[in-house]
């Protein structure tokens, strides 16, 4: 039995330390399923926080059959689904507090100009993924960030295997529609300032 | 534009021949579409965990010790109340042996035989009341109809159970 299994045995039968090591372990995990879905940092953190709350209510609930981290991050996509639809029809800003989530460093990034440029591209994609339907949302951060199988989607989000593949290329095709459409305003500006023509 | 098979091969994700690897690039310099498709998937492919301030597991540890202060109010609310109850039901029941016992303390232990035997009686009566009564229903109302009402009865508390099951249930992962 692996140390994970042994930390859910303890904390479903009271033992809060072993629950400690569990958050420990898996709060980056859920904290970025979080924070991709919801797209601001206090929220990911209180959703991240709900999400821990709500796996320790749970743990009998848990089937030790299965991988906790996949139980867990269904756990963690739906409540921040639930959180999305109530929010649906009020505005909120992702770039109010950009600084305040904390994205892991590469070990590996030798060239700071393509660490900077790495970084705008993701800032740029993390604003795309905030277009997205909350479910298709989800399935992309599930593949893209937790290298989830399709299956595995599948299951953490109550859908079939044909719909997650649908789900997933939608997504990345919604995607890239609106990267190509950021791109041509961002030409259109820079032609617009080189020529100096006045905007309409 | 033909965007086939190209954009097959980028929403695929699968290994390309060093051939259609040539064929995609060349295609990527024409298409815009297929160019965001594939710097959307790079960037995807980059992605990586934000993680939270420093301090997570604290923060968490004083939310649950909120949580198990608030489970514990109301596990002793929850016996606080039951205990009450059954103490006001005590009192209900006992009332008039209590008060034959303040009244004539030397009468009590046949007041008291005298209160069970009337508390005896009057469920007996409610009892041959209820039977009359089911057997009087049963007459006025025909036979499918008190089927029928039985079934949407069972119908109705299926419905509830499944209903309280698909609410309470958490999803389980792989």
Redesign the interface.
């Known amino acids: 039995m692996n140390e994970e299994k042994v930390w859910v045995l303890q904390a479903r039968n009271g033992d809060?330390q072993a629950?400690?090591l569990l958050?420990?372990t898996y709060?980056?995990?859920v904290?970025?399923l979080c924070?991709?879905m919801l797209g601001e940092?206090e929220a990911?953190?209180d959703a991240?926080?709900e999400t821990?709350?709500?796996v320790?209510q749970?743990l009998s609930?848990?089937?030790a059959g299965?991988?906790f981290v996949?139980?867990?991050?269904?756990?963690a996509a739906?409540h921040c689904i639930d959180k999305l639809r109530r929010r649906r029809f009020s505005t909120f800003s992702i770039d109010e507090d950009e600084e305040?989530?904390?994205?892991?460093p590469?070990r590996h990034a030798l060239d700071p100009e393509a660490e900077t440029a790495?970084r705008e591209?993701?800032r740029?994609?993390q604003h795309l993924l905030q277009e997205l339907e909350p479910l298709d949302r989800a399935a992309?951060i599930l593949?893209?960030?937790h290298d989830a199988s399709e299956?595995?989607i599948a299951?953490?989000l109550?859908l079939s295997v044909p719909a997650v593949k649908s789900r997933l290329?939608r997504a990345?095709?919604a995607?890239?529609?609106l990267?190509?459409e950021q791109?041509l305003a961002a030409e259109t500006q820079a032609e617009r300032i080189l020529y100096e023509s006045p905007a309409i | 534009m033909n965007h086939q098979p190209f954009e097959d091969w980028l929403l695929g994700e699968q290994p390309l021949t060093s051939e259609q690897h040539r064929q995609l690039q060349a295609h990527l310099r024409a298409c815009p579409a297929c160019a965001a498709l594939q710097e959307v998937t790079e960037a995807l492919q980059a992605a990586r965990p934000a993680a939270p301030a420093a301090g997570f597991g604290a923060r968490f540890q004083v939310r649950l010790a909120a949580y198990q202060a608030a489970q514990r109010r109301r596990m002793a609310a929850g016996v606080l109340t039951l205990a009450a109850g059954v103490m006001a039901m005590l009192v209900f029941l006992l009332w008039p042996a209590a008060q034959a016992f303040l009244t004539s303390p030397s009468l009590s232990p046949a007041s008291l035989f005298s209160n069970l035997v009337r508390v005896w009686i009057s469920f007996q009566a409610y009892r041959d009341t209820l039977t009359t009564f089911l057997h009087v229903l049963n007459g006025l109302i025909p036979a499918h109809v008190r089927i029928l009402a039985t079934l949407l009865t069972l119908g109705g508390g299926w419905m509830w159970f499944i209903s309280l099951t698909k609410v309470s249930r958490l999803p389980q992962g792989v």
């Open positions: 809060d629950f400690a958050v420990e709060q980056t995990p904290y970025n924070y991709r940092a990911a953190e991240a926080q821990f709350l709500k320790y749970n609930r848990y089937d299965r991988p996949t139980w867990l991050l269904s756990i739906h305040t989530s904390f994205e892991l590469d790495r591209q993701q740029r994609l992309i593949r893209y960030w299956i595995e299951e953490s109550g290329h990345r095709k995607l890239a529609a990267w190509q791109e």
